[in-house]
């Protein structure tokens, strides 16, 4: 049963601090996105990549986000200094071009 | 750019149907729709294509009307399990491999027994 792995599942972090959430996705996807889920703004992308190179990051903060992928079974997302607007669940999904994405359970985080 | 999606929230009794509606003000490629239960990610549901092509699970019917930029889920005789908030989400193109979806805020479907 193929799936979408994510992790930690849940951070607590104090305003300032570094977070790096990972995923890896399901073996032979070559697509990956990270999403951003609050109650205010839905669901969000944040960025995405193909066979591991960036297509687009534009729904990021460059300032304190960034995402890559080191290799075919690791994408990480980290954030730079973490701030309480930041507080939301993360969530990496994997698809083949042009099908459906399969969604991982996600990172709830919250920033005091 | 968001689609806007309708109604926000529906009650049923199990057995009734409902139709949920997104509609976009831009040209669009496709249309995906995604269920989420309360502290589950999304669950894929369909894709419905430019020029009629469907992809999908057989019990889930949805229409897209391209010259509208309007898309509707169809929920016939519904269940307990169909009880979720339900995303559409919209491509406006593929130039240059670019596949982005934007989600609509969502419809909250309460199915009661």
């Known amino acids: 049963d193929a799936r979408v792995t994510q992790t930690p599942r849940h951070k607590v972090t104090e305003m300032g601090q570094e977070v790096t959430m990972r995923c890896q996705p399901i073996?032979?996807?070559?697509?990956v996105f990270w999403y951003r889920q609050t109650m205010m703004q839905g669901l969000e992308l944040l960025a995405y990549?193909?066979?591991?190179?960036?297509?687009?990051d534009s729904g990021m903060p460059k300032d304190r986000f960034s995402a890559e992928m080191p290799d075919a079974t690791l994408a990480t997302l980290k954030i730079q200094p973490s701030e309480p607007r930041d507080s939301a669940v993360y969530f990496c999904?994997?698809?083949?071009?042009?099908?459906?994405?399969?969604f991982g359970p996600g990172t709830r985080l919250t920033v005091l | 750019q968001q689609p806007v999606q309708s109604p926000q929230a529906v009650i049923l009794r199990e057995g009734e149907d409902a139709v949920i509606n997104c509609s976009s003000s831009k040209a669009l490629y496709s249309v995906h729709w995604y269920r989420q239960k309360h502290g589950e990610a999304p669950v894929f549901l369909m894709i419905?294509?430019?020029?009629?092509e469907q992809k999908g699970h057989e019990k889930i019917s949805a229409s897209f009307n391209e010259k509208k930029q309007q898309s509707s889920l169809y929920l016939t005789a519904s269940q307990l399990s169909y009880s979720g908030t339900y995303f559409c989400g919209t491509e406006r193109g593929r130039q240059g491999g670019s596949e982005k979806l934007v989600f609509g805020k969502g419809t909250k479907l309460t199915v009661n027994p």
């Open positions: 073996l032979g996807h070559n697509t």
């Open positions: 990549f193909r066979n591991r190179a960036p297509l687009d």
């Open positions: 419905l294509l430019k020029g009629g």
């Open positions: 999904a994997s698809g083949l071009r042009g099908n459906e994405q399969f």
